[in-house]
């Protein structure tokens, strides 16, 4: 079975900063991962995904996110943070079958961003 | 084009009354899900859909919970009787087969007082 953990349930930065959201991963079978970001009030939309090829992948607004097989880990980056990005982030692993993928997300990280 | 609709986006009844959500997809989309969110923790699948059929239930407590998927499309889910415990935010999300890639509606507040 699948399963995700976020180190650190709250990260405060200040605006400018590096973003560094923590995420890793338990899965049997090469994982497809995903980051995605819940503002207040909203669904989730989706930031990046890793399914095969090139490791570092590009997201929206300005994130990026590397897959370490070898660490388990998939950690969510922004170079310079935004007052837009305080929200909620949710790393998540699918296990796809072949009739759609079911997600399993960490708890989450809630990102506040300090002028 | 169109989200992922649904309604109501806030509901608040007392415990053993029953309530319904009404999720409508993305067109196209075959597959559709229900996520149960409840404060402070990440989304949890409820239910699985693909096209009408039930692809995945494990999840879902059957003795008070249902879904359906009309016609490969809409979808309700229900609760009857409602706990306390299932005060959260329901989530519906649709995608096609392949690529993975989930697309997630606004979500319904469900208060149980």
């Known amino acids: 079975a699948q399963s995700v953990t976020q180190l650190g349930s709250h990260v405060s930065v200040s605006e400018g900063a590096l973003v560094l959201l923590r995420c890793n991963y338990s899965s049997s079978v090469p994982p497809y991962l995903f980051w995605y970001v819940q503002y207040p009030n909203q669904g989730l939309q989706l930031l990046l995904k890793y399914t095969t090829g090139a490791t570092l992948v590009k997201g929206i607004n300005g994130f990026e996110a590397e897959f370490k097989k070898s660490e388990t880990s998939f950690h969510l980056t922004k170079p310079s943070a935004h007052m837009s990005d305080a929200a909620e982030y949710f790393c998540?692993?699918?296990?796809?079958?072949?009739?759609?993928?079911?997600?399993?997300f960490g708890t989450g990280t809630r990102l506040a961003v300090r002028p | 084009e169109a989200g992922v609709a649904q309604s109501p986006r806030y509901k608040i009844i007392e415990k053993r009354q029953s309530v319904a959500f009404w999720c409508n997809p993305i067109s196209g989309h075959a597959t559709l899900y229900w996520y149960q969110q409840i404060l402070g923790q990440g989304p949890k699948l409820l239910i699985q859909f693909q096209n009408n059929g039930v692809v995945d239930d494990s999840q879902l407590p059957k003795d008070r919970f249902s879904a359906e998927r009309l016609k490969g499309v809409d979808s309700t889910l229900k609760i009857q009787p409602a706990k306390l415990e299932d005060s959260a935010v329901y989530l519906c999300a649709s995608s096609v087969v392949y690529p993975p890639e989930q697309f997630f509606g606004p979500g319904t507040r469900l208060t149980v007082l």
């Open positions: 998540a692993v699918s296990d796809y079958d072949g009739s759609g993928d079911k997600l399993t």
